[in-house]
């Protein structure tokens, strides 16, 4: 037969010498500039073990009594480096969540599997205990011999049964139910009936919304992935607001004065655009007057920091510092109260 890839074997091990050489050469570099500290990182370790794997089976495989196979799939444990970068890309997001979660889940998998097991092992015994009579020859009734061979393919032993409760639970149970009702009795389609039910509600959907509520928890919780989104949210706004200048800046001068901001405050696209970001710009001078400092000029970072502040809801910050500023100014005019009735006495008396 015509090979489907002429040449293709030769390709693949040239790619993949190519590949050993430059892991090969990356681990003497580090370990050469490292030293002894090469062997204080675990990551290193790995990559050396995985560059002697490829020496082995590049140049001392056909003297060794080891399935190749087996070594390139250790060696594919390379890509678990790639886990490193998972947090520097906005699109892994959802990856680092997913590994997350897994992580914070191993004791609610835990208990989870052996609330699941302890149930797939009661009923299996059960299940081997009524059906073992029908396996017997002298108990077998007027089951043939095919049919007895039947049974024990799929409740005759301890492993046998477990995997036809795995099936039963998880798995297409319909072929198993419809053989114990022909051969047996039209009871046990009923029973595994009632059986899926209560297991699959009861325990298969309680241990998923468990799992899920877990991943939201993590989620919420991730301080990294938190301050990640955060950094990404304050970088497109940023960008928004870049984008903002520039169209309002008629000048080019990278400022915008009370002139230039009213102009281009009457588009009603405009207006649209700062709506979607939650910016209601009702009044033009109003809004000029809390982005200024003072100076009649709006730089990008003032823009930044103004818009910013506006979008939304009113934050608790937000109120608690007027809250503040309401004290402060009702002490003040307690005091010129106070200073008042003080200077009307003396003036009595004079």
Known sequence: HGETWPGAADVLKLISSTFGVIFTLEVLLKAGVLQRR?????????????????????FVMDSMPMY??????????????LSRVVKTFEALDSLQVLMGSINACKSVLLWSA??????LVIVGMFMNAMLTPHMEADGGGDLTLH????????????????????ELTLGNFIPVTRMLTETIDEGYGALVVIYRFIVEFAVVRVVTGVLLHETFRVAANDDHLMVVSRMRITNRHRKKMKQ???????????????EEFFAVMED?????????MEVEVENPHLLFDFLDTGDGQITMDKLVRGIARLRGPARSIDLVTIAARCQDLRERFVCLEKRAATDAVCTMRI
């Open 38 to 58: 090469f062997f204080e990182n675990l990551w290193n370790v790995f990559d050396a073990v995985v560059v002697f794997l490829w020496i082995l089976e590049a």
């Open 68 to 81: 190749p196979m087996l070594l390139r799939l250790i060696r594919l444990l390379r890509l678990v480096r």
């Open 268 to 276: 009603p696209t405009l207006k649209t655009w700062l709506a979607s």
């Open 147 to 166: 049919q007895r061979q039947q049974l024990f393919t799929y409740f005759g032993s301890w492993s046998r049964c477990m995997i036809t409760m795995f």
């Open 114 to 119: 052996a609330v699941f097991l302890l149930v």
């Open 244 to 258: 903002l200048l520039m169209r309002l800046d008629s000048s080019l001068d990278g400022k915008l004065d009370r």
